[in-house]
Each structure stands twice: as C-alpha cells, then as structure tokens.
T-cell receptor
Framework: RKEVEQDPGPFNVPEGATVAFNCTYS??????FFWYRQDCRKEPKLLMS???SGNEDGRFTAQLNRASQYISLLIRDSKLSDSATYLC?????????????FGTGTRLKVLA | NAGVTQTPKFRVLKTGQSMTLLCAQD?????MYWYRQDPGMGLRLIHY???????AKGEVPDGYNVSRLKKQNFLLGLESAAPSQTSVYFC?????????????FGPGTRLTVL
C-alpha cells in the first residue's frame, strides 16, 4: 500500500463547478499535511496547509480527518486557471520530520 | 530573493557519462532535498541534508551521490548515468522539519540518458 494515495483523475469540470479531491495516508503518526499545486512542466508550489480544524483560503477549503486518515480539498467556483495537478503531501511521524511523502497527484482540467 | 535555483535546466547524457546538478537557495534554510519525478510515481526522495556538511539517503539513493559543503548549496552527482535515471529532478529546501514548514522547490532539471 502506498503511504499517500490519491485518485489520479483526470477530473474534467466546467467553469464555475465545485470539485473535491480526497487523499488517504497510512502513517497514523503523521504530523503535518499540505496540498501543493503543480502546473505542467513546472515545480510544485504550496497551495495550502491542512490543519486539524480545517481551513479555508478564498475558494479553497481543506479538511483533515485523523480518525479515518484522509485529507480533502474542495475548490468552489472553478476557474480555467485552476487546471493543474494537485499533490497531497504528508510530513513527519515516526519516519522522521525531514520526510515529506508526496502522493502521485490528481489532475484537474477546468473546461470553458 | 531568487528562492531555489537549479542548473542546468536541461541535459542529455549518454550511458556511462557523469554530471553534477547544482541547487542553490538564498532563504537560509537548514534542510535541502533532491527528488526525482517520474510519470505515475510521484516525487521520490533521493538524498537529503539537514545541515551544512551532512547528507543522508532517501528512498531511491542508488546511483547518486550528494554533497553539501556550503549551507546554501546542495549538489547531486551521477557518476555513471543509466537510462533508468532519465527523469525530472527537483531540488527543495525548508526550515527544520516538524510543524508546518513549507518546502520550496527549484524549477527542475530535465535529464535524458540515452
């Protein structure tokens, strides 16, 4: 089983739609959680951290469920510019705090 | 601030050749990392460093060596390149792990080994 698992997609959604991605992780001792965005042929960039209480940044909402070991990302009112690959990232735990584990990513394509 | 920079951006090697990828960061980060990214595999950690003069193996270290002689630089070496090392290589840096410390990535190096 992979340490961090994501549905690879692609998710094809019309502009203005709401779309949600989930990610599961296997290490219950993991300490911190992130969503990164990666555009085609570019480096990953932090989209948002995911806190235990859940957090929102504009059209983006992230949730963490430690009991079920998954995190989610909700994008409301999708824009063409949201088209990218979204990487779920988990850090820390018994494997060491240096270690960031990346999912393989979920591709999103927002259609005009 | 330039952030994290990588050189070169592209390189084509023949099997058996050697090369060094250079990563530099100007954010005074303690931790630096080298990853490779292959289709369907996600980012995989090759080597990492938790400070100047220290390095350690990651998930896929075979065929690579690293050095961190200066805090701001992290070098990745391929002594004898193989086609299996064709990949996109990303360098990253961060403040010490634990807590919500963001990793900052360089723009990547696209390496093809023929």
């Amino acid at each position: 089983r992979k340490e961090v698992e994501q549905d690879p997609g692609p998710f094809n959604v019309p502009e203005g739609a709401t779309v949600a991605f989930n990610c599961t992780y296997s290490n219950s001792a993991s300490q911190s959680f992130f969503w990164y965005r990666q555009d085609c042929r570019k480096e990953p960039k932090l989209l948002m951290s995911v806190y235990s209480s859940g957090n929102e940044d504009g059209r983006f909402t992230a949730q963490l469920n430690r009991a079920s070991q998954y995190i989610s990302l909700l994008i409301r009112d999708s824009k063409l510019s949201d088209s990218a690959t979204y990487l779920c990232v988990v850090n820390g735990g018994a494997s060491g705090t240096y270690k960031y584990i990346f999912g393989t990513g979920t591709r999103l394509k927002v259609l005009a | 601030n330039a952030g994290v920079t990588q050189t070169p951006k592209f390189r084509v090697l023949k099997t058996g050749q050697s090369m060094t990828l250079l990563c530099a960061q100007d954010m005074n980060h303690e931790y630096m990392y080298w990853y490779r990214q292959d289709p369907g595999m996600g980012l995989r950690l090759i080597h990492y460093s938790v400070g100047e003069g220290t390095t350690a193996k990651g998930e896929v270290p075979d065929g690579y060596n690293v050095s961190r002689l200066k805090k701001q630089n992290f070098l990745l070496g391929l002594e004898s390149a193989a086609p299996s090392q064709t990949s996109v290589y990303f360098c990253a840096s961060s403040f010490p792990g634990g807590g919500y410390n963001e990793q900052f990535f360089g723009p990547g190096t696209r390496l093809t080994v023929l």
